[in-house]
């Protein structure tokens, strides 16, 4: 067994998402505490053009494990043949593709599993990683128990690290070992249905402005637009909003939709369920705008920012945009 | 066509939750629920018998004795019967274990579609369906907002990164559904009567074939510390000022930050 430090990297059109930059980044940055090298595991659109890349996040080599735009759990059984006996870790991002391709991981080599972790480090030579679980009422550490096989598969939230850029490495790259038959390659799109508007992946945003029930319609959002636009952040929403059809579901935050890790979140006409809760609560900053003072979202944001947010949010809008002008 | 819908039994949603001293949940100190989101693969599973596609609908649980409880009420809900998996050697098990447990049941019982929740409440990892995938070698549809039947295949509507895909695979499979199935059914007070002379079987590990030593003590994970999140500096306030005030201290407030 080597100290490798394995990554999922997901890639479209030849780009890698940017889970793949930050979990280079995270890798590389644990081999150089366990003491082997960042392999990145390659798969999708483009992958074999975009792989030699990863190297520029500290990337020493890249496997390919295919070049299609097909489901992601058919990477599986590559993935394996990549993963067996091979390293101390390998990161996978908490995305639904991510979760499928680690479980089956787990499933396939009988490793332990991790997270969703907020931090993961090397220690005693093994991975010390922490999770938040019971709806982030308890914070725990925890490590592969003695004598269980490698690597320990992690699951890493968004923008639990943050992609070094301008690196000029560039990662040895090669094909994937001998896959074995399985039947997890039999799932196949049969239709493909495109939204009309382009929706932006919320994982990727370091700032998010969302809106809940409070927000009242489809056109309700729109000054919630014009301040993600001045802040150069995206806007996201609550399950109800979204169950509403004022937005669509891609941007729901929370349980059941993405789990977002921001430098800034701005929640407005949001209560604070629980299930919201836990999709934005590792944001770095909270502001919450709500006219009910006793919204239970107030008793965990950095700001809460009481009154009505048809006129707040133009208002911070506009300031904001009158001090970016002087 | 048959399913097994898979549900946990969890600590209720919200409730003040903590960790014995020897580092695992203490399941006795809070009400215990269905996990919220297995009601939804409940609901799938029953609207599909309701449409006459399922034959029948079968629930399995992992857990302690109590976690009958949740198979009974998941009966009054619906479905013909259930299986609890219930081992002293299965305590503080880890999701590889738990797949391991559901596989080799799930094996024994011979579904053509094993429901699973999209996750469970209490460790939010989404692994157990992959892993149970992985294990008995079948393909796995994950993350539906519907999941449809058609002839020897099944599919399920999945959200992409611009829009949805209906992905489909060979039957027999593992699916997960979200909450977007729609909202699960109340067990009616009739169907609570039912579920008590609704068979509940339950099942040591020798009845699936597995032993102790094969589960390794139940997890490949320990849990070496366990602690109250950090406490967060208090929430600052602003109430009861202009719009335009208002503004310009939230302004100031990301400023200081760097935010702005
Ligand atoms: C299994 C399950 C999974 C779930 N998953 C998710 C999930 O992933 N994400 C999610 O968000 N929810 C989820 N939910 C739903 C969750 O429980 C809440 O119902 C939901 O988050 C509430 O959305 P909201 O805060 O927008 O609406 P509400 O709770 O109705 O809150 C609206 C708020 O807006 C305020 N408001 C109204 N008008 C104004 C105004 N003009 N200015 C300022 N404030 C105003 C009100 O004071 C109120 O606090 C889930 C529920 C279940 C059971
Ligand atoms: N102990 C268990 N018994 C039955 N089903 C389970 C158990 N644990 C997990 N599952 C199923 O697996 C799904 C995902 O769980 P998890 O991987 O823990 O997030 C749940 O929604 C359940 O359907």
Known sequence: ???????????????????????????????????????????GAGASDGAAALGAQGAARAIVLGNEDRPAITYAPALVAATRDAGLALLAPATPNGRDLAAAVVGSLHVPAFGPVRAVRIADGVVESEQATLQGSVVTTSRPADGAPSPSVVLVLANTFTPTDGGTGSAEVSAAPAAEESALTQATVAESHEAE???????????????????????????????????????????????????PYQLQIGQTGKVVKPALYIGAGISGAIQHRVGMQTAEHVVAINKDPDAPIGEFADLFVVGDLFQIIPALTEEIRRRKGA | MKIVVCIKQVPATGADKRYTDDLTLDRTSVDAIINPLDEYAIEQALRLADAGIADSVTYLSMGPDQ?????????????????????????????????????????????????????SDDARGSLVPGAVAAMRNVPLLSYGSELAIEGDAA????????????????????????????????????????????????????????????????????VTDARPPEEKAPTERIENLPAAEAATKIADWLAARKLI
């Not at chain 2, 305590?91 to 053509?112: I, M, N």
């Not at chain 2, 729609?182 to 590990?205: Q, V």
Request: no cysteine.
């Open chain 2, 155 to 222: 599919r399920v509507r999945r959200l992409s990164a611009t829009g949805f895909d209906w992905i489909t695979a060979p039957l027999p499979v593992v699916a997960t559904v979200t909450d977007q199935v729609g909202e699960p059914r109340y067990a009616s007070l009739k169907g609570i009567m039912a579920a008590k002379r609704k068979p509940l079987e339950t099942w040591g590990l020798a009845d699936i074939g597995l032993s102790a030593d094969e589960l390794k003590g139940a997890a490949l994970t320990v």
């Open chain 1, 1 to 43: 067994m080597s100290n490798d430090i394995l990554f999922l990297a997901e890639f479209a059109a030849g780009t890698p998402a940017r889970s793949a930059l930050e979990l280079a980044t995270g890798a590389a940055e644990l081999a150089s505490q366990s003491g082997g090298s960042a392999i990145g595991l390659a798969y």
């Open chain 1, 197 to 247: 508007a382009k929706v932006v992946n919320l994982e990727e945003a370091t700032i998010i402005v969302a809106g809940g029930r409070g927000v009242a319609s489809e056109e309700g959002f729109a000054p919630l637009r014009e301040l993600a636009g001045v802040l150069g952040g995206a806007v996201g929403a609550s399950r109800a909003a979204a169950d509403a059809g004022w937005i």
């Open chain 2, 67 to 119: 976690a009958a409880e949740a198979l009974r009420r998941a009966l009054a809900m619906g479905g013909d019967d259930a299986v609890l998996i219930t081992d002293a050697a299965l305590a503080g098990a880890d999701e590889w274990a738990t797949a391991k447990v559901l596989a080799a049941a799930l094996d024994k019982l011979a579904p053509d579609v094993a429901l699973m929740g999209m996750a």
